[in-house]
């Protein structure tokens, strides 16, 4: 398999595996896993979460009482800005 990157990345790769002495098939490999991994579990999630709602285990948020409930609780939060 051939991976073509961005110039840019590819001098990120390059630098990382000249300062490490791995090779850069490791990082993208191991970085091509990570995300894999990921996006399986994601996809596990909203696959149990549409099972929920098929099933009527819980019920869907209209969006805009969602939204509303969010801006709420955002209000309440204590400020952080100075």
Known sequence: MEVLLKPELEAKLDQ??????RSKSDFVEAA?????DELLQIRQTLDRRYDDLISGRVKAIPGDEAFAKLMAKN????STRT
Do not use: H, W
């Not at 990382?16 to 002495?21: D, F, K, N, Q």
């Open 16 to 21: 990382l595996a000249s300062e490490t002495g």
């Open 32 to 36: 091509l896993e990570g995300y894999l």
């Open 75 to 78: 209000a309440a939060l204590p």
